[in-house]
Structures are given as structure tokens and as C-alpha cells.
């Protein structure tokens, strides 16, 4: 049978960059994936263009950028391994980058860029990367471990679990991360879709269906939990990235409050309007505003129709918070065909902080989206596949 020090179980953003690190020791590095080419999920990601990190993450905030039943177990791996260490070894490979807005750093160039000084990295300390290999199951075999796969079994001294989650099953997504780290008596959360458009009901649906595609400034909050970024209509209900972020917190049966024009008031703009001569059709005053086919939906919703000036203070102030205060509950989500995340995973209360291993078997690692820690949209997935990557590859 064929033997190494490591094997590494996905060739994504963390099990390339742990293997480059474990490489790097000197350890002898087998990475398998069962795709075609590595790296998948980071040459589509960022619209091609690869979102690597955010540079607003701190040791202050990560706690909350990031979701997971403990949302401070993120904490060592961010702190030892943060986006500054990253963009470093981006500025190294000799990669041009720029911040788009709210910390969030793209490559000038295609993603591929960073799939390359991956592969680099891994080949210069004498890793190997295997392709079109299916890992079907691990075990436990004296005091190391059997990786059984699609061409036979491979023998490793340890394994780092790097599969992923169950996000976009088309590039490779296979959800076997869970179930090896179960049989393993490891406990996995509940996982569900995250950073993924949410979809209406059929009533609600037919009422929104002809403002697909209007895309707009919003706020959109769940509970104390608010998001102000750009808001899509689609023909199944709500995307964008304020949409996205808020999917990760919103449950089924949970209302959203929507703000369409945030940090403005719209009442008084169309008291305003009123004074200066209210014979226009309210609906009309509010396309003034906004997307004239939105201005007809909320006035609809708000009960009202006719000419601005038959309308009172108190009749604008409903429309205002019809406007400000939109009151949104989806049905559900498009699922994990179009989420970018798995929320969810592998027990963080299993796993050892300090260095990605399993508490209970010594020798076997997960890192990345398959441990229950999910980040903002905005590079902080990725820099969490960088640093439990790198966290484990110091030490595996
Ligand atoms: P990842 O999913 O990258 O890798 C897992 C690997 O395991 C895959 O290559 C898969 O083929 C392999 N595998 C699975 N089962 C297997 C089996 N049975 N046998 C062999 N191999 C198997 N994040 C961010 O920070 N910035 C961004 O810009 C984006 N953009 C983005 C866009 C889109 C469309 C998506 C879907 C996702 C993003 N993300 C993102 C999220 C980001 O892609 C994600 O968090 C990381 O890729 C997770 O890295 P991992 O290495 O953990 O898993």
C-alpha cells in the first residue's frame, strides 16, 4: 500500500495552502481531489477576480464577523495567521491587488493567480497534488490512518479533512467531510445554506415579480443584526449582498425589516414635493425617488393612490414606513445550489483551537468550511481557510 506523512483530503483554499505549509516542514504531502483542477471554489469566487481577505478584520471584531455555536474558537487561528501574514504572501507571488470597499481585497487579475501560488508553494516543498481521485472513506489503522479512495487505499501517518461544505454541489462539493468526522464519533451542528438569495412565497411573489432586477442601497436587519449593502430583486425573491449577509442569521418563519432609502426620510421629501405643488400621483412623486416600477409597489402596499396633495402627514408617514421599514418574510432559500457557504459543521467543542485537531484522534485535522465556523461575505471565508490551513500545517 502506498504511504505517506500526510494526506490532505480537498485540494480548495485550505487544504492547498496546508499542504504548502506541511511541505514547507519537510513533511511528505499527498493533497487528493476527486474535480479535475484545484481550486475550484477561488477561480469562480469574487466574480473570477477572488475576494482573498478583508483587511477590517480584527482581533476585536472577528468574534462577531463570524458565525458558529463558539464564535471564539476562530479566534487563535485568525490571530496567529491573520490577513496581513496573507496579503504578504500575496505581495511575495508577486499578485496586484486593490480594496473594493468595506476591507475587502480582489486580485487585479483572474482568481487563477492565487490557485497557482498555491500549487507553487505546495510543489516547492515537495508536495503532490492528485486529481480526479474520490476519497470515500478514512480509518484508523495502528497508530496512524487508512484513506480509502476511488483508487485504492493510502496510508498516512495524518489526515487533514479539507472536503468543504455542501455549498454548489456541481464544483465538487460532496459533504463526505461530515461523515468522516462522524464515524470518527465526532459531532457535526446542523448545517444549512448560508450567503445565499432568499426566495418568496408564492403571494408575495406575485406582487415583487416585475421588480426583478431593480438593484438598490438598503438596510436589511434581523433582529439587532444589520447589514447595509446593495439589495437585488429576483424572479424567486431577494438577493445581493445585503440579502446574502443577513441569510446566515434569518430562519424559516423569521420576518426581515427592510430599509429601501436608508438615512434619508422619505415622508418629509414628499411633503416637500406637496408644498411646492401636490397634483402629481403619489406614485408618481415617489418615482422622483426610486425605480418607478418599486414607487407603484409601495404605494400599493401602503394602501394609497390618487394625487400627492390628497394625502396627509399621516398617510405619507405609512408610506414612509412601508419605505424605511419594509417588513419582508421569505420562505426559504435557493438552497445550497447557489450558496456560497455551509453554516454549520464539525464541532468546534471536538476540535483543539491551537492547532485544527480532532480532540478525540490524535493525527486527524479538519479545517475550513467543513468546521462549524462561517464568515461575513467579503474575504473572511477564505481567510479562515487560510488560517486553520496554516494552523494545522505547522503542526500535522
Ligand atoms: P473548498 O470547497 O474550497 O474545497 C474542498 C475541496 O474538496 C474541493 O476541491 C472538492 O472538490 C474536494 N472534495 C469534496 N469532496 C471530495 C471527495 N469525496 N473526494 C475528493 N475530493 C473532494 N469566500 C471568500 O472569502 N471570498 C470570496 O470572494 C468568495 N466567493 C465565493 C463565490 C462562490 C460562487 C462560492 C460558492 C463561494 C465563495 N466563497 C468566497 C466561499 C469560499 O469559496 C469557501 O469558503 C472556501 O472555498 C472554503 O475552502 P475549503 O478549502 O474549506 O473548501
Not at 477561488?42 to 463570524?66: E, P
Not at 439589495?231 to 445581493?240: A, K, Y
Not at 406614485?283 to 426610486?290: D, G, K, P, S, Y
Request: charged fraction near 20%; aromatic fraction near 6%.
Amino acid at each position: 500500500m502506498e504511504k505517506t506523512d500526510i494526506v490532505i483530503l480537498g485540494a480548495g483554499a485550505a487544504g492547498l495552502f496546508a499542504g504548502a505549509e506541511a511541505a514547507r516542514r519537510g513533511r511528505r504531502v499527498l493533497v487528493l481531489d476527486h474535480a479535475r483542477a484545484p481550486g475550484e471554489k477561488i477561480r469562480i469566487s469574487g466574480g473570477g477576480r477572488c475576494n482573498f481577505t478583508n483587511r477590517d478584520l480584527t482581533r476585536q471584531n472577528a468574534s462577531a464577523r463570524f458565525l458558529s455555536a463558539n464564535p471564539r474558537f476562530a479566534l487563535s487561528a485568525l490571530s496567529r495567521f491573520t490577513p496581513a501574514d496573507f496579503i504578504a504572501r500575496v505581495d511575495r507571488a508577486g499578485i496586484a491587488w486593490h480594496e473594493k470597499h468595506l476591507g475587502q481585497l480582489f486580485c487585479d487579475g483572474k482568481a487563477v493567480q492565487i490557485i497557482d501560488m498555491l500549487c507553487d508553494d505546495l510543489r516547492a516543498g515537495g508536495g503532490a497534488l492528485r486529481l480526479g481521485v474520490s476519497v470515500e472513506a478514512v480509518r484508523r489503522e495502528g497508530d496512524g490512518f487508512v484513506v480509502e479512495t476511488s483508487e485504492g487505499p493510502i496510508g498516512a501517518e495524518s489526515v487533514i479533512v479539507a472536503t468543504g461544505g455542501k455549498s454548489i454541489p456541481k464544483m465538487g462539493a460532496s459533504g463526505i467531510g461530515y461523515r468522516i468526522a462522524e464515524s470518527f464519533g465526532l459531532r457535526v451542528t446542523e448545517t444549512r445554506p448560508a450567503l445565499v438569495p432568499l426566495t418568496f412565497a408564492e403571494q408575495d411573489l406575485a406582487k415583487t415579480t416585475n421588480l426583478s432586477g431593480i438593484a438598490m442601497a438598503a438596510r436589511v436587519s434581523h433582529g439587532k443584526t444589520s447589514f447595509d449593502e446593495a439589495l437585488l430583486f429576483t424572479h424567486r425573491g431577494l438577493s445581493g449582498p445585503a440579502i446574502l449577509q443577513i441569510s446566515s442569521y434569518w430562519r424559516e418563519g423569521d420576518t426581515l425589516r427592510v430599509d429601501l432609502a436608508p438615512g434619508r426620510d422619505i415622508a418629509a421629501e414628499l411633503a416637500q414635493m406637496r408644498q411646492e405643488g401636490g397634483k402629481i400621483a403619489i406614485h408618481n412623486a415617489l418615482a422622483r425617488l426610486m425605480p418607478d416600477k418599486l414607487a407603484a409597489f409601495l404605494v400599493g402596499e401602503a394602501g394609497l393612490s390618487g394625487r400627492l396633495a390628497d394625502h396627509g402627514n399621516k398617510a405619507l408617514a405609512v408610506l414612509g414606513a412601508q419605505i424605511h421599514a419594509w417588513q419582508v418574510r421569505p420562505v426559504g432559500s435557493e438552497g445550497y445550489r447557489t450558496a456560497e457557504v455551509t453554516l454549520g459543521g464539525v464541532s468546534t467543542e471536538d476540535i483543539d483551537a491551537r492547532t485544527m485537531e480532532a480532540r478525540s484522534v490524535p493525527g486527524l485535522y479538519i479545517i475550513g468550511e467543513v468546521v462549524d465556523v462561517t464568515g461575513w461575505l467579503g474575504g473572511y471565508n477564505f481567510q479562515w481557510a487560510w488560517s486553520s490551513g496554516w494552523t494545522a500545517g505547522q503542526v500535522a
